[in-house]
């Protein structure tokens, strides 16, 4: 997908990385009439979207309770509107894309795994309700005859779902050629230098001048550029075979929960188990996948503590990098020293949503439209 040829002389936007959050904002600017080249130093979609596995949520790793502490309850509640509309508008991208990309809309269970959970998830769910947040509170009984699950209590909330992020990812891409994007595949952007008209951006196959340069990396974005904004960690997951039954929980539900580091659960269209976590703090390659035996039976484990009447084989294994922030959210906006560079980086465990966070602000920036929420998101924030 792509071409490997020169790139244009100049363009109103570059944007690096052609992974979820790069396909998002191609997509949304693209729609705006503005001229958009796409760089990767691989194929589209073959870095962490890849790797995802796609629970799509409004849930932010930092609760709603704790966040309020952190930046000021109005600013969170913004923060996780904010997500809330993220996933809306995946929901509507989705159902306007040619063809299928495996998006279905499914309710998200966060189990709470000790006593004391319960209560803060009750209080979590009492101030997203003050805040008319979708949000409830589960006592234990309803989400073992619910789901069959086992808990200590849960919060319920009806607004998360699942997708296939590569066909996602490329559909967008190819929508946004369409309208006369350029995708460089296997393309890396050698440098980004700031020049007095703009940005100029040199590839292997040449330099384009641009007015705005979008850095959609993810944890791939360079160590100088991201050094004390983020933590990275590896997160591990695999799939089962199919199964002919799911038990009482029937892949109807999204699950995570209150542990930390949490696993987090989805069925397949095709009837697999598909379970993450186990998370580890990211230290090279070669260390990660010594790991992999021990995480993966950690994973199992936690199938057959979920989901004890079900027999299941481990199909495939993997394990993808991601990045953590101090307060749980993106950055989104541009770079204190070069406003006509943007960062579009959904770090966190809710990458998807926040891509579509970002490429909203991201096409309100560059179209100079003002966007009332972008603060919250501003790379020089200090939560």
């Known amino acids: 997908m792509g ?6 002389k100049t363009s109103d936007v570059v944007i690096i990385g052609a992974g979820i959050t790069g396909a998002l904002a191609a997509d949304a600017l693209t729609a705006a009439g503005m ?3 796409v760089l990767d130093r691989r194929a589209p979609a073959c870095g962490s979207t890849a790797a995802s596995t796609s629970l799509l949520s409004y849930e932010i790793d930092v609760g709603l309770v704790e966040l309020a502490e952190m930046i000021g309850e109005e600013s969170a509640v913004r923060a996780y509107r904010q997500s809330i509309r993220g996933v809306e508008d995946i929901a509507a ?4 894309l040619a063809e299928p990309c495996g998006y279905a809309q499914y309710p998200s269970i966060c189990l709470a795994t000790q006593h004391r959970h319960a209560r803060e998830l009750e209080q979590e ?8 947040l979708d949000a409830e509170y589960w006592p234990a009984q309803r989400v073992e005859q619910t789901y069959g699950l086992p808990s200590h209590g849960a919060l319920h909330t009806g607004v998360a779902g699942v997708l296939d992020p590569v066909r996602f990812t490329r559909a967008l891409l190819d929508r946004a050629m369409k309208r006369g994007a350029l995708l460089l595949s296997r393309t ?17 196959r040449g330099a384009v001048r641009a007015r705005w340069v979008v850095y959609a990396m993810g944890y791939e974005m360079p160590a100088q550029l991201r050094a004390g904004m983020v933590a990275l960690h590896t997160t591990y997951a695999l799939v089962t075979e199919p199964l002919e039954e799911l038990g009482s929980w029937n892949g109807e539900c999204i699950v995570w929960e209150t542990a930390r580091p949490y696993s987090y659960m989805r069925a397949t269209e095709d009837r697999r188990v598909m379970i993450g976590g186990a998370d580890t703090p990211f230290k090279d390659a070669a260390w990660r996948d010594r790991l992999m035996p021990g995480r993966t039976r950690r994973l199992e484990k936690r199938i057959k503590e979920w989901l004890p009447t079900l027999t299941t084989q481990t199909a495939f294994v993997w394990a993808g990098t991601f990045g953590e922030t101090r307060d749980g959210l993106p950055y989104i906006g541009p770079m204190a020293d070069c406003p006509q560079a943007l960062y579009a980086l959904g770090y966190g465990a809710n990458g998807i949503t926040f891509g579509a966070v970002a490429a909203r602000i991201v096409a309100d920036i560059c179209l100079g439209r003002s966007n009332e929420d972008a603060r919250l998101f501003r790379p020089d924030r200090s939560p």
């Open 35 to 37: 001229a958009v080249l």
């Open 93 to 96: 991208i989705a159902d306007s």
């Open 3 to 8: 071409t490997m040829s020169a790139p244009p």
């Open 125 to 132: 769910a009492a101030l997203r309700q003050r805040h008319g």
């Open 188 to 204: 890396p952007a050698r440098d980004v230098v700031q020049e007095r008209n703009g940005l100029v951006v040199v590839t292997d």
